[in-house]
């Protein structure tokens, strides 16, 4: 099994980690979470999605703007 797949967070855990994040007041751009969790842009918007539908974050959250370096 590659080292890399056992240094990934489970699903559950990224889910809980990011619930705490936003109930905290932190701000995510979804292509943060995604390096953050090296998962895809699609899993990122399924992730919130569930959090929303399950009643763990604000239905009206919504991603943070990713900064641009200059």
Request: proline share 3%; net charge positive.
């Amino acid at each position: 099994m590659p080292l890399d797949i056992l240094n990934r967070k489970s699903r559950v855990e990224r889910l809980r980690e990011i619930k705490e994040g936003v109930n905290k007041g932190e701000k995510y751009s979804a292509f943060d979470l995604a390096v953050r969790y090296d998962i895809s842009i699609n899993v990122v918007y399924r992730d919130i999605k569930t959090l929303k539908d399950e009643g763990y974050i604000p239905k009206d959250w919504i991603f943070a703007r990713k900064e641009r370096g200059g």
